[in-house]
């Protein structure tokens, strides 16, 4: 299943230049994109790779064949597992350098590599609140999906205001700390930074950026000032008009935060249980840890906003 594209065609032209192949997924969400840009040499710059497979070959070749132009580079937006999961496959494939952000890359060795600490991740969840059940649980999926992440050791490190290939490289941190874009004239290739119909993951991680949904704002309003004509993302439809998208996903933030705050009362109540009130209570194991991360950054930001305070390992209202 994972080897086959999910269109029936392995590439889809989005417009001249831009095109588009997805890839089935196994996780809470069921599909990526990945997207090949029209180099200025005749190639194509690869961005993002879905997750590693046991079988690149077999994975890849169909959608090689289909752009039918040697691919240049590989640029991957961040490290999640299924963007970063595949750059090592197709490198190998095609012998192009992989480009990574230059953060991105520090925290995909923490996350993917042998600066890992699972007690660590362990006791982040712990001291959220997340029953041990759960944490003994979540160790296992790790395990598991880290072995479909295929990384790329040492890529060539990118920083806001490279250029690749006439691209701009710009940090937008909110849903990983490092994600980086690519903008070129009115077109941004967005990674996860904003999603439709979904709206993209906003949690706090251990070894995470102190308050995540206050740089994802600052992304939104970035992509307002940027005012692309077009966003084409990770997952979902091509967006038309970003600035647009941009203040509605705000929007479903602020309301978010307005429902943290009335999960909270005189005593204090932790990310997890917050969670519960935000999310679906029956959410799998692998997602869950999603919900506690987001009810998290929502909890930290309401704090910084000085309508939330901490208070023995949990959070009260201010
Ligand atoms: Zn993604």
Redo the contacts with the bound molecule.
Sequence with gaps: MLSRPVSSRPVEELEPGIRRATFRLPLG?DH?HVYALDSSDGGVTLVDTGLGSRDPEARWRPVLDAIGAPVDRIVVTHL?P??VGGAADVAALTRAPVMQGREDYAICLRAWGPEWDPERFAAFWRANGMPESEVAGLGGDSARLGEAVHWQPDPQLLDPGDEVDGWRVEVLRGHADGHIVLVRDDVLIAG?TILDPITPAIGLYANGRPDPLADYFETLRRIEELNPRIAYS??GVPIERPADRARTIAAHHRERLDRALASLDGRPVSAYEVAGSLFRPDLPLQQRRFAVAEALAHLVYLVGEGRAARADGGFVAA
């Design positions: 969400i990526v999640h299924d963007h996860d990770g997952h």
